[in-house]
């Protein structure tokens, strides 16, 4: 069974400080997302990462992928207020069509 | 491209009634749709996977009988909960995938907040 952590569930910053959110999974992947949702709202994709090494790059927002560690994670340079939201990263089983399993989310708030 | 949209997007009903849900794929054909439920501040949990034409295969644990998923068709599935309780308020939220070229990226509609009195 695919499992996907991640960490921290909640993350308080300052305007202006850099951090790191980490997606741990537990098997073999060849596919993973990162998601942003808003209070009451449906997912916004970020990031699409589909190899090892993979790194791309929106504004604030870096995102990178380690197979071999079955690692991604998603850093947040200089932070803006409008960053805050809930970010899930979410994996796909290599060999499925794509069948998702989603992690556990890390509520971001930056605060002013 | 890739827009996905869902109806209603909240419905308020009675404890014993039935409400339905649908979900469009606007601009692309979808040949899988999911279906997700999400409790407040919690991840998103997958329901069941339609395909256009066939039945739906069901998350262990989800009910078949009380979750309802048709997919007529390769741009609507429809998810009907039968009577509903208090416990299946919910934020339900599907997603269809299959857009060529996009690396079976799954695209989310809006949600539906399902408030069962």
């Known amino acids: 069974e695919l499992k996907v952590e991640q960490n921290p569930l909640f993350l308080s910053m300052q305007e202006g400080k850099n951090y790191t959110i980490y997606c741990n999974y537990s098997t073999t992947s060849d596919r993973l997302y990162w998601y942003r949702q808003d209070p009451g709202k449906s997912l916004e994709s970020l990031f699409v990462l589909l190899s090892n090494g993979a790194v791309k790059q929106e504004g604030r927002l870096m995102a990178s992928l380690d197979t071999k560690a079955r690692l991604s994670t998603l850093h947040i340079t200089a932070a803006v207020h409008d960053l805050s939201a809930t970010y899930f990263c979410?994996?796909?089983?290599?060999?499925?069509?794509?069948?998702?399993?989603f992690g556990t989310g890390t509520r971001l708030q930056v605060t002013l | 491209g890739a827009v996905v949209s869902q109806h209603p997007s909240w419905v308020i009903c009675k404890s014993g009634t039935s409400v339905k849900i649908e979900c469009r794929s606007l601009?692309?054909?979808?040949?899988?749709m999911f279906w997700y439920r999400q409790f407040p501040k919690q991840s998103l949990m997958l329901m069941a996977t339609?395909?256009?034409?066939?039945?739906?295969?069901?998350e262990q644990g989800v009910e078949k009988d009380k979750f309802l998923i048709n997919h007529a068709s390769l741009t609507l599935s429809t998810l009907t909960v039968t009577s509903a309780h208090p416990e299946d308020s919910s934020f339900y939220i599907c997603?269809?995938?299959?857009?060529?070229?996009?690396?079976?990226?799954?695209?989310f509609g809006p949600g539906t907040r399902l408030t069962v009195l």
């Open positions: 339609s395909n256009e034409g066939s039945k739906a295969t069901y």
């Open positions: 979410a994996v796909a089983l290599t060999g499925t069509a794509s069948k998702l399993t």
């Open positions: 997603s269809a995938g299959g857009l060529a070229g996009t690396y079976n990226e799954q695209f």
């Open positions: 601009d692309f054909q979808a040949t899988t």
